[in-house]
């Protein structure tokens, strides 16, 4: 593993957010769903896909709050613009789990 310094990890800008719409995407290569986000005044609404149907739903996304990178470069996922990168960890089958804060936290505090 590459060593960083503390530096680099600063340009890395990782936001907590709140999923405020999702839906299914059933046009992608494997299943994912569409994500909407609220980073609050200062960042607002960022958009994403993420292949995280194995433990969650549209309707069971809305209200929860999500880490993501929100300083990459926007990316076309087949016909969607994705504009944040939703961090997750994979359980012991490789599926998905999102990363959050494990309580309530203000919208658009980075993390340290």
Not at 28 to 37: F, G, L, N, Y
Not at 77 to 106: H, N, Q, T, W, Y
Request: glycine share 10%; charged share 25%.
């Amino acid at each position: 593993m590459a060593e960083i310094t503390f530096d680099d990890f600063l340009q890395v800008d990782i936001r907590v957010g709140e999923v405020i719409r999702a839906e299914a995407y059933p046009e992608a290569r494997k299943p994912a769903i569409k994500i909407w986000i609220d980073f609050g005044p200062e960042i607002g609404e960022k958009k994403t896909s993420a292949q995280v149907t194995a433990h969650y739903t549209p309707e069971g996304l809305i209200g929860k709050q999500v880490m993501a990178v929100v300083n990459f470069p926007p990316r076309q996922i087949g016909k969607f613009m994705s504009e944040v990168l939703v961090l997750g960890l994979p359980d012991e089958a490789g599926e998905i789990r999102l990363v959050g804060p494990d309580g309530p936290v203000p919208l658009g505090g980075r993390m340290h």
